[in-house]
């Protein structure tokens, strides 16, 4: 039986481990963490992360062929295909800080892999790193062999959270890059036979160990980017009387473009792509690239510009101050269908808010009140289970997730409990900005044209 060992218990290592198990009967798969409270969550009833399907995938194989464990040493000891899925933030201090990314786990998994394997290992890249990562850990544990064969294989997640299931079931591809030797070809193919199980070979690329880690940095940067280009559109659609909706539609159906992530928003998060970006262009800067550096780096700025772009809209419209008045926000996490806030835009936008002495209500369906205060530290926010209650005597309503339920709230209910005037801002465009504008709302929608209230108000920083 082929064994699995997954060094990492997070978004990417416990989701991609369950579905191997449930798809590979025939193979042991063991994921392992330092985090004792994590592991104890996934062998609960109540699973460390949110996600659409995850429940069923977990229940089906725990204790079969699927199992969690914090005992890392004895099931690395004992697997023939170890896959590191830790955490790669980006550096805060020393060499590369606010850009590289912090190796710290990833050399403490490979030192200990060294340390405790007796038998040939293939070992997984999993977790986003820098191209040539590879060589560096080839180093690390060829020059601890003992004798032992080890072949690094970089196999990078592209499973997006709120899908992550579903994009497990159904890869766009799965890339595995490995050395060009025979020993390499070996360990490529091994990994290939695990997906094989579920995954149509065509769907299965192999490359050199250098494309398959710069392919996951670039892959990031390029959808990073699209929403950076249809945001800075946005900013242009609500000076000219464009309508940003319209303009995505319309540029979508050219094939070349395509349709898919083309919504304005308040701006991306997730723990993936400013990191991702900013380690790219750190790489670049190291390779003497400036220019090119330069250029990703922009994706960024725009991301950061439309963040405080719609906290000066809020408060511009609303006689440049919010001291003192409750401002309802709807939806706290990156996205819809996850609880997951890393890097959420409705950090920024709190903390936006707050420094101009706002009185901040956040409701949002999955994130726990613990974790808003953790992310707004040093702030004093309330955190309310229900929109009507956060929304209730508010004077603006700010929606920074797209949950499915802010769609089918009762506004008029929502609006008779307001301060007037009464304010919405759409920081997804997920409400009918015309409905509400006949309930008697002032509505902001990201992209679209203005109500005469607001082009009165011009948001100048
Ligand atoms: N979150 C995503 O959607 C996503 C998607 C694709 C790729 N990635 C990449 O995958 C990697 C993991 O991301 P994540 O979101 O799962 O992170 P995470 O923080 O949720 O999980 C990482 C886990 O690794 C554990 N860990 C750290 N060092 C360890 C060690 N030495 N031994 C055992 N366990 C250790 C931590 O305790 C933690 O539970 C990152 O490189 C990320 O960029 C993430
Ligand atoms: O048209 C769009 C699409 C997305 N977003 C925002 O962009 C962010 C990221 O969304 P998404 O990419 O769907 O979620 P992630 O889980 O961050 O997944 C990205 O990051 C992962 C980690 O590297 C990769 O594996 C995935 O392929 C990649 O999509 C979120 O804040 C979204 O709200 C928009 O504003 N407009």
Redesign the pocket.
């Given at each position: 039986m082929v064994k699995i060992c997954c060094?990492?218990?997070?978004?990417?290592?416990?989701p991609t481990m369950a579905v191997i198990a449930v798809k590979c009967p025939a193979i042991e798969v063991v994921v392992?963490?330092?985090?004792k409270p994590?592991i104890d969550a996934w062998n609960s009833d109540k699973l460390?992360?949110y996600e659409p399907g995850l429940d069923e995938v977990v229940k089906a194989c725990r204790g079969k062929n699927l199992f969690f464990s914090t005992d890392?040493e004895k099931h690395v000891a004992e697997a023939d295909i170890i896959f590191v899925?830790?955490?790669?933030?980006t550096k805060t201090r020393g060499l590369g800080a606010g850009k590289a990314?912090d190796l710290t786990?990833?050399e403490?998994?490979a030192r200990?892999i060294a340390d405790v394997s007796k038998s040939d290992k293939i070992v997984v890249e999993?977790?986003?790193?820098p191209v040539k990562t590879a060589e560096a850990i080839e180093k690390i544990l060829t020059h601890n062999s003992k004798g032992i064969n080890y072949q690094i294989l970089s196999n990078?997640?592209?499973?997006?959270?709120g899908t992550?299931i579903e994009d497990l079931f159904k890869p766009d591809r799965v890339l595995i890059g490995g050395r060009e030797t025979p020993e390499g070809r070996k360990a490529v193919q091994a990994l290939k036979e695990v997906y094989a199980h579920w995954v149509p070979e065509e769907n299965i690329i192999t490359t050199n160990l250098w494309s398959a880690e710069l392919s996951?940095l670039a892959a990031n940067a390029f959808l990073a980017q699209r929403i950076s280009s249809v945001n800075a559109m946005s900013a242009l659609c609500e000076a000219t009387g464009a309508n940003v909706s319209e303009v995505s539609y319309a540029i979508g159906k050219d094939s070349r473009i395509g349709p898919k992530f083309l919504n304005a928003s308040v701006g991306f998060g997730?723990?993936?792509f400013q990191?991702?970006i900013l380690n790219l262009v750190y790489i670049c800067e190291c390779n003497g690239l400036p220019e090119v550096a330069n250029y990703w780096k922009q994706v960024i700025k725009i991301n950061d510009y439309q963040k405080s772009r719609f906290v000066n809209r809020v408060v511009s419209s609303m006689f440049n101050t919010v001291s003192g008045k409750k401002v309802a926000i709807l939806g706290f996490a990156f996205k819809k269908d996850t609880g997951?806030t890393?890097e959420t835009p409705a950090i920024d936008v709190c903390k936006g808010l707050l420094g101009d002495k706002a009185h901040v209500s956040i409701y949002d369906p999955e994130v726990t009140e613990d974790q808003i205060q953790r992310d707004l530290a040093m702030n004093k926010v309330s955190v309310v289970w229900d929109a009507y209650e956060a929304t209730k005597g508010a004077h603006a309503v700010c929606i920074l997730t797209e949950w499915n339920q802010f769609k089918e709230l009762d506004y008029q209910k929502i609006f008779d409990n307001m301060q007037k005037p009464a304010f919405i801002f759409d920081g997804r465009n997920v409400v009918d900005a015309e409905k509400l504008r006949g309930i008697g709302f002032i509505v902001y929608s990201i992209g679209k044209p203005l109500d005469a209230w607001l082009k009165d108000m011009p948001a100048i920083a």
């Amino acid at each position: 039986m082929v064994k699995i060992c997954c060094i990492g218990a997070g978004y990417v290592g416990g989701p991609t481990m369950a579905v191997i198990a449930v798809k590979c009967p025939a193979i042991e798969v063991v994921v392992v963490d330092i985090s004792k409270p994590r592991i104890d969550a996934w062998n609960s009833d109540k699973l460390p992360i949110y996600e659409p399907g995850l429940d069923e995938v977990v229940k089906a194989c725990r204790g079969k062929n699927l199992f969690f464990s914090t005992d890392v040493e004895k099931h690395v000891a004992e697997a023939d295909i170890i896959f590191v899925s830790v955490n790669t933030p980006t550096k805060t201090r020393g060499l590369g800080a606010g850009k590289a990314a912090d190796l710290t786990y990833w050399e403490s998994a490979a030192r200990m892999i060294a340390d405790v394997s007796k038998s040939d290992k293939i070992v997984v890249e999993k977790s986003t790193v820098p191209v040539k990562t590879a060589e560096a850990i080839e180093k690390i544990l060829t020059h601890n062999s003992k004798g032992i064969n080890y072949q690094i294989l970089s196999n990078p997640e592209f499973l997006a959270e709120g899908t992550a299931i579903e994009d497990l079931f159904k890869p766009d591809r799965v890339l595995i890059g490995g050395r060009e030797t025979p020993e390499g070809r070996k360990a490529v193919q091994a990994l290939k036979e695990v997906y094989a199980h579920w995954v149509p070979e065509e769907n299965i690329i192999t490359t050199n160990l250098w494309s398959a880690e710069l392919s996951k940095l670039a892959a990031n940067a390029f959808l990073a980017q699209r929403i950076s280009s249809v945001n800075a559109m946005s900013a242009l659609c609500e000076a000219t009387g464009a309508n940003v909706s319209e303009v995505s539609y319309a540029i979508g159906k050219d094939s070349r473009i395509g349709p898919k992530f083309l919504n304005a928003s308040v701006g991306f998060g997730g723990s993936c792509f400013q990191k991702d970006i900013l380690n790219l262009v750190y790489i670049c800067e190291c390779n003497g690239l400036p220019e090119v550096a330069n250029y990703w780096k922009q994706v960024i700025k725009i991301n950061d510009y439309q963040k405080s772009r719609f906290v000066n809209r809020v408060v511009s419209s609303m006689f440049n101050t919010v001291s003192g008045k409750k401002v309802a926000i709807l939806g706290f996490a990156f996205k819809k269908d996850t609880g997951d806030t890393r890097e959420t835009p409705a950090i920024d936008v709190c903390k936006g808010l707050l420094g101009d002495k706002a009185h901040v209500s956040i409701y949002d369906p999955e994130v726990t009140e613990d974790q808003i205060q953790r992310d707004l530290a040093m702030n004093k926010v309330s955190v309310v289970w229900d929109a009507y209650e956060a929304t209730k005597g508010a004077h603006a309503v700010c929606i920074l997730t797209e949950w499915n339920q802010f769609k089918e709230l009762d506004y008029q209910k929502i609006f008779d409990n307001m301060q007037k005037p009464a304010f919405i801002f759409d920081g997804r465009n997920v409400v009918d900005a015309e409905k509400l504008r006949g309930i008697g709302f002032i509505v902001y929608s990201i992209g679209k044209p203005l109500d005469a209230w607001l082009k009165d108000m011009p948001a100048i920083a």
